[in-house]
């Protein structure tokens, strides 16, 4: 099946410094991955739409300049948390569609950031 | 926030018992999906079922679909102690796999 790698799977930051999370689809090409975030014990929140070759589409009250989003080629995505406060400490999950006509999408491990 | 909400929040059984949770959203969907998620990992995909499906079944697993009632529930039959997650709904109401996500359902299964 279709598999998502995420790297690191937990880092840990000081305040003001910026983070790079990778999310890499192993064994497909996918021209769209998405990006989310998770608090402990609540649901998923998508963050953005990431675009292979264009720029990423954001949700309504995602800042883009704090979460930059670059998705250079068909198999990676990178989310970099710019400037990192103690309340952008949370669980970052990345999916991807697995191509041809299904729908579902194929999610990473995550990645666990906690900046101090 | 369209997010779906799903009951119970949290739900705690017997290995063997079944195991039942509801989602219902709000918009018009093309499919609503299922997955689980196992504590601090990412999530399993396990079943869609489109908006013209009323019922699909995935081994143990059974879900429905009422687009009427915009609600869906998840059947797990005889569990096991290896389901114990968190198990979410999540609708694509564009057609462009953007999910939306519910609120989820933390099972715990007890041997």
């Known amino acids: 099946g279709a598999v998502v790698s995420q790297h690191p799977s937990w880092v840990i930051c000081k305040s003001g410094t910026s983070v790079k999370i990778e999310c890499r689809s192993l064994d497909f090409q996918a021209t769209t991955m998405f990006w989310y975030r998770q608090f402990p014990k609540q649901s998923l929140m998508l963050m953005a739409t990431?675009?292979?070759?264009?720029?990423?589409?954001?949700e309504q009250g995602v800042e883009k300049d704090k979460f930059l989003i670059n998705h250079a080629s068909l198999t990676l995505s990178t989310l970099t948390v710019t400037s990192a406060h103690p309340e952008d400490s949370s669980f970052y999950i990345c999916s991807a569609n697995g191509g041809g006509s299904g729908y579902e999408q194929y999610f990473g491990p995550g990645t666990r950031l906690t900046v101090t | 926030s369209q997010q779906g909400e799903e009951d119970p929040q949290a739900l705690s059984i017997q290995e063997g018992e079944n195991a039942t949770m509801n989602c219902s959203y709000k918009?018009?969907?093309?499919?609503l999906q299922w997955y689980r998620q196992n504590s601090g990992r990412g999530l399993v995909h396990l079943i869609l079922i489109r908006s013209n499906e009323r019922e699909k079944h995935s081994g143990r697993l059974r879900v429905t679909l009422d687009t009427s009632k915009k609600s869906s529930s998840l059947l797990i039959t005889a569990s096991r102690a290896a389901d114990t997650a968190s198990y979410f709904c999540?609708?694509?109401?564009?057609?462009?796999?953007?999910?939306?996500f519910g609120t989820g359902t933390r099972l715990l299964v007890s041997p």
């Open positions: 918009t018009s969907i093309n499919n």
């Open positions: 990431s675009n292979e070759g264009s720029k990423a589409t954001y």
């Open positions: 999540a609708t694509d109401d564009t057609g462009f796999q953007k999910l939306v």
